[in-house]
């Protein structure tokens, strides 16, 4: 269990979102949570390859030079071939 300080303000906001999604402020609590926390550890993963890139402990590749045999010539949303399993970065 873990208890936290929230300013007035920010309970007050709680409560409101709370009572419109008529959802519980837990839930609320919860959800923001879940999701920040998700954004966080995208972010720290992303940070730790740029390092690792940047120190050239890590390979990579563009696009055109896939080691995959037979990719399409298509990115999908985030600029990853599509099929393209080796590792990738786009710089």
């Known amino acids: ?19 419109r999604a008529g959802r519980t402020e837990t839930f609320c ?21 740029l390092k690792r890139i940047r120190r050239r402990q890590r390979t990579h590749h563009p696009a ?5 045999a037979a990719w399409p010539r298509t990115l999908n949303c985030v600029g990853k071939p599509t099929g393209c399993g080796g590792p990738w970065v786009q710089l």
Do not use: F
């Open 64 to 68: 055109e030079t896939c080691p995959e």
């Open 29 to 49: 609590i919860w959800e923001a949570i879940l999701r920040r926390l998700e954004d966080l550890e995208d972010l720290y993963l992303a940070e730790g390859t």
């Open 1 to 19: 269990m873990l208890t936290i300080r929230l300013p007035q303000s920010v309970e007050k906001r709680l409560e409101r979102l709370a009572r």
